[in-house]
């Protein structure tokens, strides 16, 4: 078996919180293959977000990481700042939710992108604003020549997400985490995006981790999908099994929360309750108090994340079980 | 049916200043160009569109909380002016309005009790003992237990405190509620809850919903009739159903074939090119035009207006698609 492109180990963050710690990713282990999109999703405060900046080593100095990363198969614990930094852009590339905000406003974008092309492949720069101007026609901004003397306020909110992803590119990235990279987007332009996004890891084969609250468009165009809820993974699966067949009562409840556009109209089967504070975790299994099927043991332990299938994990002690959402509904 | 809402050839439009900040040549940006709706007693009209449509404009307008250049809006058989007179005082009552960021709506230095109370003492309805009484029944309906009373609004989660706000909203008994994205700054797994609050409240209290997103899986779920706005105008407007499953206008059908959703995973999307123009330089004849994968040179020179369909629907459209369904009922 080939190694994997990155591995994540027990991964868990505390913040520090009014002279207490509050742990906010609680042993997350993930892989990630070659040229693979992971979505992973859930709702605020489930920590995935916290797990992507730990893994790339983001997080603020005052947060505590534990746990391992593995790129390659080589831990990146070890590694300096400036190796760190040559990790991020040219072997793992980061786009976030609100392009315009990533973006600097006092410079030119061709100016941007072209720095990004010297940092990472060492071009001189005139050769980098030549590169600058393939990559942006590369992400299919129209007329690339001139808009690379734009500044970012001149570009619409999605032309500016195609420049990040364009600056995500330049480094020939193995691994592209794309951090909610619709969110703030209309959604004809969020169609855009998603299409663009998928091109591109056709042409390049570059793994893609999506991170997003959306099941819709974690859907779209991944391969494989991890839930998370109040800092742990719950579920794991291909993407189609994870959709026709949800193990997790989370997943489940999910699932049946989230109104469609097609299919028989429904009444929603909303999730009782709201998610836990983390400083303030219920005991046991953290969704026990808003699950249908939680039993007694469910408050007394926490369930692991257990291989239920060749390539699908699930943490609940009721897997398998009825499901319960159809019953309430 | 008289509808309890009537709105005619709504216009706003603002005068601005073109490219070159201070010194660029004076423009019009027609956030609002002629709409028109009605919405019959204890219905949901929902709004949809992207962002600069003019779907918050024309809220704002037929509220009256902000002065139209033309039309009119009938509320229960009376204009509704943005003079702020007694008539316009007492018909804020009648019609209410739910935000989207629910703690920017509230204030945080005043519990939920307090809040919930504020609109009847500023109304003065009722003696001090009658509000708080009021409170307690309002709350219970939106699903606040009385021990949320003497909280603020910090110590609550995204969900209570859209509750709070609409608890603020109903203790007015108002007829009309404007819900404006009520539901985008939440969580999936509470969006339902608020979903399905709303769905109950309007059968309980007899409410119509003016509702506006951009999520048309949303006001599928909500909706009695959907209108569509592009550019300040309203390009379609029809049954949920028949507009989600056949949509008559390319735009809607553009619009519906973007959402993604777990059902349609790995179906091919006709994406729609290009960014919406601006609402300063509206092309002209249809606005769509530029975008349309139907356009015709008629399209190019003449507006369309919004006429009637044979199944009851509307739609702005010289060649709307009439047969082919966007996506097959699963």
Not at chain 2, 111 to 133: N, S
């Amino acid at each position: 078996m080939t190694v994997p492109l990155i591995e994540l180990k027990d991964l868990t963050v505390d913040f520090p919180v009014g002279g207490n710690w509050v742990r906010a990713l609680h042993g997350v282990s993930l892989t990630i293959r070659r040229g693979e999109a992971l979505g992973l999703v859930g709702e605020s405060g489930s920590g995935k977000s916290v797990t992507w900046l730990a893994a790339t080593k983001l997080l603020p100095a005052k947060a505590r990481i534990d746990g391992e990363v593995l790129l390659d198969g080589k831990p990146i614990q070890g590694l300096t700042r400036d190796q760190m930094a040559g990790v991020r852009g040219k072997r793992v590339a980061l786009i976030f939710q609100d392009p315009t905000s990533s973006l600097n406003p006092v410079h030119r974008v061709g100016t941007q992108i072209a720095e990004s092309v010297r940092l990472h492949r060492g071009f001189d720069a005139a050769a980098a604003r030549a590169e600058a101007k393939r990559l942006l026609d590369r992400v299919h901004i129209p007329s690339a020549a001139r808009r690379l003397d734009d500044y970012p306020h001149e570009l619409s909110g999605g032309t500016n997400q195609r420049v990040m992803i364009a600056m995500a590119l330049a480094g020939e990235p193995d691994l592209l985490v794309a951090d909610e990279p619709t969110t703030a987007l209309d959604v004809t332009i969020q169609a855009q995006i998603l299409d663009l996004l998928a091109e591109m890891r056709r042409e390049t084969g570059m793994a893609l981790v999506l991170i997003s609250h959306d099941l819709g468009i974690v859907a779209d165009i991944t391969d494989r999908v991890a839930v998370m809820y109040a800092g742990r993974i719950v579920e794991e699966a291909p993407v189609d099994a994870l959709f026709d067949d949800p193990r997790h009562p989370y997943t489940q409840g999910l699932l049946a929360a989230l109104p469609d556009v097609a299919g028989p109209r429904r009444r929603l089967t909303a999730i009782p309750g709201q998610v836990p504070n983390p400083a303030a975790l219920p005991p046991g299994c953290a969704f026990a108090p808003r699950c249908p099927a939680a039993i007694s043991g469910c408050v007394t332990a926490i369930p692991s994340l257990d291989a239920v299938a060749a390539d699908r994990r699930t943490a609940c002690f009721r897997a398998g079980h009825a499901t319960p959402w159809e019953i309430a509904a | 049916m008289s509808a309890l809402l009537e709105v005619e050839g709504l216009v706003k439009h603002y005068h601005v200043r073109g490219g070159g900040g201070l010194f660029g040549a004076p423009v019009v940006l027609k956030a609002v160009d002629g709409v028109s709706f009605a919405i019959p007693a204890g219905r949901t009209l929902g709004l949809v569109g992207e962002s600069g449509c003019g779907k918050s404009t024309t809220a704002r307008l037929v509220l009256g909380t902000l002065a139209r250049d033309d039309g009119q809006v009938m509320f229960d058989g009376e204009p509704v002016g943005s003079v702020r007179d007694a008539r316009w005082r007492s018909q804020r009552r009648a019609m209410q309005m739910v935000y989207q960021d629910p703690l920017s709506a509230l204030d945080r230095r005043l519990t939920v009790g307090k809040q919930v109370m504020e609109p009847a003492l500023v109304h003065g309805l009722g003696a001090a003992a009658e509000r708080h009484e009021k409170a307690l029944s309002i709350m219970d309906a939106v699903g606040l237990s009385s021990r949320f009373f003497d909280r603020y609004p910090h110590e609550l989660s995204g969900g209570q405190r859209q509750r709070v706000v609409l608890a603020r909203a109903l203790i007015l008994s108002p007829k009309l509620l404007v819900c404006d994205e009520p539901i985008s700054a939440l969580d999936v797994s509470i969006q339902a809850q608020v979903i399905n609050l709303l769905v109950d409240l309007q059968e309980k209290f007899s409410l119509t919903y003016l509702f506006i997103s951009h999520d048309l899986k949303v006001v599928r779920q909500v909706a009695h009739e959907v209108a569509v706005m592009y550019l300040g105008r309203v390009v379609e407007r029809g049954d949920p159903e028949a507009l989600f499953h056949a949509p008559a206008h390319p735009y809607t059908q553009a619009l519906v074939g973007a959402i993604p959703t777990p059902r349609t995973r790995g179906r091919a999307r006709a994406a729609l090119q290009g960014d919406p123009p601006s609402p300063i330089n509206t092309p002209p004849g249809c606005s769509f035009h530029p975008r349309c994968p139907r356009a015709e040179a008629r399209c190019r020179s003449e507006a369309p207006l919004l006429r009637p369909l044979d199944d009851g629907r509307f739609a702005a459209c010289h060649f709307p698609v009439l047969s082919t369904p966007a996506r097959e009922a699963a």
